[in-house]
């Protein structure tokens, strides 16, 4: 149905920057809401970002301000930039897709590693 692959993680110093990206491909339908979510060890996974097909979004207060959330409607694409970054920000991040009313309609991808240094 719906597969997705990230790209963009890595290690980075305090106050660097990455940037990530996902791409769903075998979407037959639109896409309602994209979205990244990340697990830090010994914790639940939690929301960064998410945005809708209008471009509403939605960010954790912990990341306000400092990561930006976006997609790419034509190319089923959604990125998040990343700025500021702050060893709490270390984190597998998990993008995700949802369809209203489709089935399965929840896709996650298999996650990428995000890690930041003092």
């Known amino acids: 149905q719906v597969q997705l692959v990230e790209s963009g993680g890595g290690l980075v110093q305090a106050g660097g920057s990455l940037r990530l990206s996902c791409v769903a491909s075998g979407a037959r339908l639109s896409i309602d809401v994209m979205g990244w979510y990340r697990q830090a060890p010994g914790k639940q996974r939690e929301l960064v970002a998410t945005?809708?097909?209008?471009?509403?979004?939605d960010y954790a207060d912990s990341v306000k301000g400092r990561f930006t959330i976006s997609r790419d409607n034509a190319k089923n694409t959604v990125n998040l930039q990343m700025n500021s970054l702050k060893p709490d920000d270390t984190a597998v991040y998990y993008c995700?897709?949802?369809?209203?009313?489709?089935?399965?309609?929840?896709?996650w991808g298999q996650g990428t590693q995000v890690t930041v240094s003092a």
């Open positions: 945005i809708s097909s209008s471009g509403s979004t």
């Open positions: 995700n897709v949802r369809q209203i009313f489709v089935w399965p309609g929840n896709y």
